[in-house]
């Protein structure tokens, strides 16, 4: 290649710069115009699975193209986010995101390859539940109260289960009620809920932390007894059931419920962001999801971009808090 021509390649490279914006826009005002992929980041059968497989065709019909739901596993959620970071921000990859791969990956892993908040646009949080402290029923205690009057006389005995592994909800969860409560507990991890329900109803491990959608047909049909939610309020679903924070020890505990939201990569032109908001908030009031979102525990909510930009700031900011305070590390 001669002189010339190698001079010549820096003005190539900035004038597809410059052009990339430009068709993005254009490609806005006939946005969509061929079939979405809407990332899953684990694999199917899981709660997220569920949300991406009820949402995912009523937003095609809403946007009059296919939307085909992608299921990427492994890594806590993070293979599936990244792909779409590193997608062409255009509005045709999407993922459904939760706070694990979103707020707390990066805490407690350097090498994760994105930032949550910075490379993914937010559309609109679609809803969470609250996670619940349950053990089988072997465990004597009857209530939140005898539960951690036991644990206090018995420092370094008892041991709970994450349903996620380290540096999932669960067990943020349940380091923050260690912190708050100054206990003397043991973190177990596992890979899913699946793998939690027959050593905690075989009585090989004391307690789990796992979302309430998980946990709820067992504490309903008797299998597993519950201490509390991990939500502000008691959940309607199981309203006998405490809230943690209602207990003197556990005040100071903060909003540990786990949620979920749709999310595009950054640089997505606004007016298709705004598209998909309007999309899928309007997905979101469809009586038929609303019915089955309530009978899996989940409270919806729908958002703005905006909105939904503030309420993953403030918890990434409380995950912060107790990745610090625990000294979590990726393991």
Same mark, same amino acid.
């Given at each position: ?27 806005? %005002? ?8 809407? *990332? ?43 792909? *779409?970071? +590193?997608?062409? $921000? /255009?509005?045709?990859?999407? *993922? ?13 892993? $350097?090498?994760?390859?994105? /930032? ?24 004597? +205690?009857?209530?939140? %109260? ?19 592994? *380290? ?13 708050? +409560?100054?206990? %003397? ?28 959608? !998980? ?19 008691? !959940? ?5 059931? $405490? ?47 609303? %019915? ?37 590390? +990726?393991?």
């Amino acid at each position: 290649m001669n002189r010339r021509k190698l001079a010549r390649i820096p003005y190539l490279m900035l004038g597809l710069a410059c052009a990339l914006p430009i068709s993005l826009a254009r490609g806005a %005002d006939n946005y969509p115009s061929r079939a979405l992929t809407l *990332v899953v980041p684990y694999v199917a059968g899981g709660a997220v699975d569920f949300l991406g497989r009820l949402t995912g065709p009523r937003l095609a019909e809403r946007l009059g193209q296919n939307v085909v739901i992608e299921n990427i596993g492994g890594a806590s959620g993070t293979l599936g986010a990244a792909k *779409v970071v +590193a997608a062409r $921000p /255009d509005g045709y990859t999407l *993922v459904i995101g939760s706070g694990s791969e979103i707020s707390v990956a990066k805490l407690i892993n $350097p090498n994760v390859s994105y /930032d949550g908040e910075r490379d993914l646009a937010p559309i609109s949080l679609l809803g969470s539940t609250p996670q619940v402290l349950v053990s089988g029923t072997k465990l004597t +205690a009857k209530t939140l %109260d005898e539960l951690l009057a036991a644990m206090r006389a018995s420092p370094g005995k008892f041991s709970y289960a994450s349903a996620g592994g *380290v540096g999932s909800p669960s067990h943020l969860a349940g380091e923050a009620i260690r912190l708050a +409560a100054s206990l %003397d507990i043991t973190h177990v991890p596992y890979k899913g809920a699946g793998q939690v329900f027959p050593d905690l109803m075989g009585g090989h491990i004391e307690l789990a932390l796992m979302t309430l959608t !998980s946990a709820m047909p067992h504490i309903k049909s008797g299998k597993l007894k519950a201490f509390g939610v991990t939500s502000p309020k008691r !959940s309607q679903e199981i309203p006998n059931v $405490p809230a943690l924070a209602e207990h003197r020890s556990l005040a100071s505990l903060a909003d540990m419920s786990v949620w979920w939201g749709l999310f595009a990569p950054a640089k997505t032109p606004a007016p298709i962001l705004q598209r998909l908001n309007k999309e899928f908030n309007d997905v979101l009031k469809e009586p038929v999801v609303i %019915d089955k979102l309530h009978a899996q525990g989940i409270t919806i909510v729908g958002s703005t971009p905006a909105e939904f930009q503030t309420f993953i700031r403030a918890d990434t900011e409380n995950y912060r808090k107790i990745v610090r305070s625990a000294n979590i590390q +990726a393991q």
